[in-house]
């Protein structure tokens, strides 16, 4: 018999302060707590577009940091720990490396999710800078252990011959910026995780990333997308906040209005 609590009625907002496998510059350990900050300094209501207020209704709670006292390794259990109690996260990275384990966290509970990626970057490589784990590497190591069933990839814009192979034998569902789907055309059957990576917006949108790449989405395409598509969501991270680069929050406030629509659309109101 299973004896998992209910889940929980609010979402929880999971902080991985973690950054050691960014391969480029650190800097997105500082994301957590500037997102945070910036969600309750005064710049903005706590209303999802659909008029639903998060903090009145009592509907979103942040959790302690997690306790990374070993580490990447701890990330896994520890998120866990939360989902077991009945907690249904957003987390707050961080660089991209912590999805592996944030994905692999919700495997455990759920089962085989279906992942959706907004990302500039495939992260598929096979190895990077000798760090199998990099952040560079994430979804290669997500797909070798099966933890997702259909994995769609959008906005991508920095394909390499290495990265459109893996992309090829893992059986991904692409969407780079030339051949953008139609967010109502989207849709999943099952438990759906969503992996954000704030890269995937133009640097016009988000000069606040370690990594610039021109080209990118609008943050109205990506609120679109996050609330025309059909699926059960059922857990999400908003990765790569870098506070050292950004410009005024810009970054920080762009994260703060998805985490408040990835909150409404997880509660479905
Ligand atoms: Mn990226």
């Known amino acids: 018999m299973n004896l998992m ?30 997102i945070k900050e910036v969600f ?9 577009e659909s008029l639903y207020d998060l903090v009145e209704n009592e509907k979103i709670e942040f959790e302690l940091p997690l306790s990374l006292v070993n ?11 939360l989902l077991k109690q009945g907690k249904r996260l957003i987390s707050l990275g961080g660089d991209h490396s912590i999805s592996f384990p944030l994905i692999a966290a919700h495997h455990k509970y759920h089962g085989p999710i279906n992942l959706i990626q907004f990302d500039a970057h495939p992260d598929l490589y096979d190895n990077f800078d000798d760090n199998p784990y990099s952040h ?7 797909m070798e252990k099966k933890l997702v069933r259909r994995f769609v990839q959008i906005g991508i814009r920095t394909w390499n011959p290495h990265q ?22 989207l849709s999943f059957v099952g438990p759906t995780y969503i992996t954000l990576d704030l890269d995937a917006l133009d640097p016009a949108f988000a000069p606040g990333v370690s990594h610039h790449e021109a080209g990118g989405l609008s943050s109205r395409q990506i609120l679109d997308f996050m609330q025309e598509i059909n699926a059960d969501i059922i ?23 998805f985490l408040k629509e990835l909150a409404g659309k997880m509660l479905g109101v």
């Open 136 to 142: 560079a590497s994430p979804f290669a190591r997500v």
């Open 235 to 257: 857990g999400a991270d908003i990765v790569e906040l870098n506070p050292n680069r950004d410009w005024h929050d810009m970054t920080a406030m762009a994260a703060v209005k």
């Open 71 to 81: 580490g990447y390794q701890d990330i896994e259990p520890l998120t866990y720990q």
């Open 40 to 48: 309750f300094n005064g710049a903005s209501n706590f209303c999802t």
């Open 164 to 185: 459109k192979q893996q992309a090829a034998r893992f059986g991904i569902e692409v969407f780079d910026m030339q051949n953008l789907p139609k967010a109502s055309d």
């Open 5 to 34: 609590p209910e889940q929980s009625n609010k979402i929880t907002v999971n902080s991985v302060a973690f950054d050691l496998y960014s391969s480029f510059l650190k800097g997105a350990a500082k994301g957590p707590e500037k």
